[in-house]
């Protein structure tokens, strides 16, 4: 199994910064993406930014420009810094990890942002 453990939410302000963070731990042999999701109060969950072990990145449109998805492969841990953050932001981000086809979930953490 994976565990992923992820921190660094919390509430800002509009136009400010957060950086997540996720650490994945136990069976990480063969773990290729990993990246972030995210999911509004009564939305589905969707992709916000994922890096693979090689370097390749995707973001979706709204979040290019203003977050950056970095990852530390000696330290099993993905990080996402979000800047020049938007109300619309708001949302209960997850950490992802994927291997072949399984996919592992973070318990979430909430980004609250004010306007």
């Known amino acids: 199994q994976v565990q992923l453990v992820e921190s660094g939410g919390g509430l800002v302000q509009a136009g400010g910064s957060l950086r997540l963070s996720c650490a994945a731990s136990?069976?990480?042999?063969?773990?290729?993406?990993m990246g972030w999701y995210r999911q509004a109060p009564g939305k589905q969950r969707d992709l916000v930014a994922v890096i693979s072990s090689g370097g390749d990145i995707n973001y979706t449109d709204s979040v290019k420009g203003r977050f950056t998805i970095s990852r530390d492969n000696a330290k099993n841990t993905v990080y996402l810094q979000m800047n020049s953050l938007k109300p619309e932001d708001t949302a209960v981000y997850y950490c992802?990890?994927?291997?072949?086809?399984?996919?592992?979930w973070g318990q979430g953490t909430q980004v609250t942002v004010s306007s």
């Open positions: 136990g069976f990480i042999s063969g773990i290729n993406s």
């Open positions: 992802y990890a994927g291997r072949r086809g399984t996919s592992y």
